[in-house]
């Protein structure tokens, strides 16, 4: 993956054939001057609009600047961080990042993170540049991180993970602004504050429930690294497991725990690696086995409180590079993070006593970037908390697999599911809550190769649900959320000679998407992302040196005030089309 990596894997790919397995890949563009672009280019992800984004922000500011070189394994940049003061000062309705990067050269893409205190703001990787430069925007509401966004003792840190050398010449240039907003988005938006505990709220399910908080947590503690190589943790497999000692405050009345991942090397592609069996009967030089099933899983105490099978994110040198101008795969720019609700076990937790918040990757090989931030809300009526935990049913993932082949040619599958449900009551100064927190997951993957392993068809399904409800001494509901995902991916990829000595095509096609229903305390929303891309390359080692790809993509979010959608086409790095609609169209 970086420059000795490289080194040492490129016998590998001059032998075509024997590359199949490792296929898809990670590759550059060293396109001759016909295809570059002829100026600069931006990039971007296709995605919402901040529902804020309309409104003049009170302040904005540059809280860091860097230019990311030769960084590999050196520590994270550092910056002193503060909040804006005097008519700019706290409270904010809303807080966005704006992140602004660019670059010049050849360079692979690179995966980056930004942490405030410790705790992750967002996880982002790079655009690959081209001899004319690149440059691009990510913008995230970081409104739910605010009570560190307050404080004016903090790091802002950032790590981008780049190699630069004679071969690879592109330096990353980051800015990072914070804009700060007092006004208030009128109606579009579901974030008003009240926080539900202090609430009280027809129970009829169905119902319009009120207006329902995502009131900031009172705290952050981040599980993350100390960081001489970024502040997430590096799991290199699946016996790795890091662990953090955090003591909870014993007035919490909630707890959600955000977990960031991401994964490189051997495991980029993790959705696509066959078994080792297969690799080591077949002698082919390729670390990335394992199969295709991933799970990142947290624990505390050791016992497993909730675990996720990641969306599978392409960064833009991934697959085809080629697909992924200027338009990047489904959260590249932005990837997910992923909430799961602790407070069932607020009953272990509020003793006082430090408690061991642990993440690993089942099955993980080298490497996953892990961490995660705890967020707290806090009972400012009352010094304790009284809380009991009585269900926890986290039963054993079935993991059902069945791997046939012949020499190179062979299929497996792989079928997956988890439920869970973790039960536990919470009694605080504005009553006596019980949450159930469930979670369900279903995943199913098939990878097939023929033609003597030259073409390779992956398949994989997930079909993710989270249930968080919560009731009041009545048992009537106060608050039920629920977010329900899917995300299927499929990759063609057909090997042929190539028309030079050395040089190898591949014709690939993949699609995937996202789509998401979220409801959230009686408002519906829902998340429709796809992304079509087909084309070919040829290529050399791990250099692009020609070829055409065509992306579709289209993107649409419905809530209860309205829609937006936008649709876009890509050829060769141009865009052919670009349509958006705030206008509800059909049903979707
Ligand atoms: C902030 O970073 C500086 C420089 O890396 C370091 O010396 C200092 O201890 C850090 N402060 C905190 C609060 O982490
Ligand atoms: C793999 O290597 C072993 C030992 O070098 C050899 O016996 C075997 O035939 C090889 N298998 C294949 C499929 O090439
Ligand atoms: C809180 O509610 C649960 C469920 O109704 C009950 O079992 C528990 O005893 C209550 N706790 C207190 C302190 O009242
Ligand atoms: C299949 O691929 C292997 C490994 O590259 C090669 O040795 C063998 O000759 C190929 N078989 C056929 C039928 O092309
Ligand atoms: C990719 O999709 C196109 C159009 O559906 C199809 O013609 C082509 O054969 C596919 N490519 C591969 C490698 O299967
Ligand atoms: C996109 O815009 C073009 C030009 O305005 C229009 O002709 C076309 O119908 C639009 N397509 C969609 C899907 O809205």
Redesign the pocket.
């Known amino acids: 993956m970086y420059g000795f990596f490289l080194f040492l894997l490129l016998p590998l790919f001059t032998n075509p054939v024997s590359s199949s397995s490792s296929s898809p890949d990670r590759f550059t563009k060293s396109l001759p001057s016909s295809l570059l672009r002829h100026k600069t280019q931006e990039y971007f992800e296709l995605g919402r609009p901040l529902p804020f984004d309309h409104l003049i922000p009170s302040c904005s500011r540059r809280v860091l600047t860097h230019c990311f070189a030769n960084t590999i394994n050196g520590p994270p940049f550092?910056t002193?961080y503060s909040p804006p003061r005097s008519d700019c000062s706290s409270p904010w309705s809303h807080v966005a990042l704006e992140l602004r990067a660019k670059c010049k050269g050849e360079q692979y893409d690179r995966i980056a993170g930004l942490w405030l205190g410790g705790a992750e703001l967002l996880r982002t990787s790079t655009a690959e540049p081209t001899k004319k430069g690149i440059f691009w925007k990510v913008r995230k509401d970081i409104t739910k991180y605010s009570s560190l966004l307050v404080r004016s003792?903090?790091?802002l840190t950032m790590m981008l993970e780049n190699v630069v050398d004679r071969v690879f010449t592109g330096v990353y240039r980051v800015e990072v602004h914070f804009l700060y907003y007092k006004e208030y988005v009128a109606v579009s938006e579901p974030r008003v504050s009240s926080i539900i505990a202090d609430q009280t709220f027809n129970s009829n399910f169905g119902e319009k429930l009120g207006i329902v908080a995502d009131e900031p947590a009172d705290l952050i503690i981040p599980i993350s690294d100390t960081g001489d190589r970024g502040l997430w943790f590096r799991i290199e497999s699946e016996s790795d497991f890091h662990a953090k000692q955090i003591r909870i405050p014993r007035n919490t009345r909630r707890v959600v725990l955000e977990l960031y991942v991401s994964f490189h090397g051997n495991d980029e592609f993790w959705y696509s690696n066959p078994p080792s069996l297969y690799i080591t009967t077949n002698n082919i030089t390729t670390g990335r086995g394992n199969g295709a099933y991933r799970e990142v899983f947290v624990t505390v105490d050791g016992e497993m409180v909730g675990s996720e099978v990641p969306f599978p994110v392409v960064f833009t040198g991934g697959i085809n590079p080629l697909f992924w101008e200027p338009v990047v795969a489904i959260g590249a720019f932005n990837l997910p993070s992923y909430d799961l609700e602790l407070t069932p076990f607020l009953g272990k937790l509020l003793d006082g006593k430090v408690h061991s918040f642990g993440i690993g990757v089942t099955d993980g090989i080298s490497y996953w970037l892990v961490d995660a931030n705890l967020h707290i809300w806090l009972d400012h009526r009352s010094k304790t908390v009284q809380a009991k935990s009585s269900t926890f049913a986290f039963p054993a993932t079935e993991v059902k697999r069945n791997a046939q082949f012949k020499q190179l040619d062979g299929s497996f599958k792989i079928k997956a599911q988890r439920r869970s449900d973790f039960v536990g009551w919470v009694k605080s100064s504005s009553g006596n809550h019980t949450t159930t927190f469930s979670q369900k997951y279903k995943f199913t993957s098939s990878i097939s190769f023929e033609k003597n392993g030259t073409y390779k068809l992956v398949n994989q399904r997930v079909k993710s649900e989270r249930d968080v409800k919560v009731v009041n001494e009545k048992g009537a509901v106060v608050l039920r959320t629920s977010v329900r995902r899917r995300y299927p991916l499929n990759v063609i990829t057909a090997i042929l000679p190539g028309s030079k000595k050395g040089t190898y095509l591949l014709v690939t096609n993949v699609t995937h998407s996202m789509k998401e229903k979220n409801l959230h305390g009686g408002y519906l929303s829902r998340v429709y992302n796809s992304q079509d891309s087909r084309g070919w390359m040829e290529v050399k080692d791990h250099s692009v040196l020609s070829g055409t790809a065509n992306t579709r993509q289209s993107f649409g979010y419905r809530d209860e005030f309205g829609c937006y959608s936008r649709a876009i086409g890509a050829i060769d790095g141009s865009l052919i089309r670009d349509n958006t609609t705030f206008h509800c169209l059909s049903a979707s």
């Open positions: 550092s002193k003792d903090l790091n």
